[in-house]
């Protein structure tokens, strides 16, 4: 049986060899788990002179929630190594405890955007209120990653009154993949607040970034709001197969009936995930005049849309049975 203690010797032997790729490689050697000596080679692996190994060390104490290993994680988002930065900034974003928030609020604000994305990142999850005026400051930055982890922070906070800057960045910023996170952060408006951002979403639905019409789609079904409907009907005749697979999964959870026909025409597309998506949707609607197009994709040389069909069709003889 290996003697613990002499494990604990052998790998402190190991991270101070000359070799950095020793050093690296011990750090991967060390026990998962919050025992104190395994914690303290970890952080102190955290300044090492080697990129690698300082960056290994970072991934490895993803989960430990410990004091000092946060205290040193924290100003390593200034690291000089892209690598250990990365690693240090994903490790932060797995922090669950709100407590931890006031070590990198102020690494929010900071005038290098690498930082200042990492900390937003990091704090998205935490939901600490003080993030609140340095995310709604970053969602203006210069910099795309910036007002992209910001726009995350304030879709945690789900705060109204941002509201108004999440739907300027959903229509109007000059990144695809922003508008895409800030169409997204939509869907965490509450039921009151709804209405305020049906506009913005309707109109992502025309965005010329088809992630994003898919996106619309998906925000506009997750919010279930049923007068988007004829919007969604008509994004059922996108280019994009992933937009209309997104649009009918979303006149399905909102049981828009009036998307019928257009939701029986994509029983018969040549890209089965929509076939699959609208025999769910058609089920939803309840509608028996779907009936016979069923019957019909029951048949379908794809297994799976077989049988999503035959299940729809049970959904629909029971209403029409009750």
Known sequence: MTNPFTEANTLRTRLADPDAEVRRVAVLDLPYGDEDDYIELLTAALADEAATVRAEAAHALEGVEEEEVVAALVPMLKDTDNAVREAVAKTLAE????????????MASDAEPGV????????????????????????????????????????????????PTLTLIATQDAEADVRKVAVGAL?????ANVEE????????????????????????GKLKL?????????AMNDDYWQVRVASARALGKMRAVAALDVLIDALTHTVSNLRKEAAIALGELGDTRALP????????????????????LGRLLAVQGA
Do not use: C, M
Request: hydrophobic residues 55%; aromatic residues 4%.
């Open 95 to 106: 922090l669950k405890e709100s407590r931890w928030g006031s070590l990198l609020l102020g």
């Open 293 to 312: 197009a069923l019957e019909v994709a029951a048949n379908d040389a794809d297994p799976d849309v077989r049988k999503l069909s035959r299940i729809a």
């Open 116 to 163: 200042q994305a990492a900390a937003l990142r990091a704090l998205r999850a935490l939901k600490v209120e003080a993030a609140y005026a340095p995310a709604l400051n970053a969602s203006a930055s210069a910099d795309a990653s910036v007002r992209r982890e910001a726009v995350g922070v304030l879709a945690y906070l789900r705060k109204p009154a941002a509201l």
């Open 197 to 220: 951002v049906i506009p913005a979403l309707e109109a992502a639905l025309k965005d010329s970034a088809w992630l994003v019409r898919e996106e619309a789609a998906h925000t506009l």
């Open 187 to 191: 869907g965490f408006a509450e039921p």
């Open 226 to 234: 049923g007068r988007a409907a004829d919007k969604l009907a008509e």
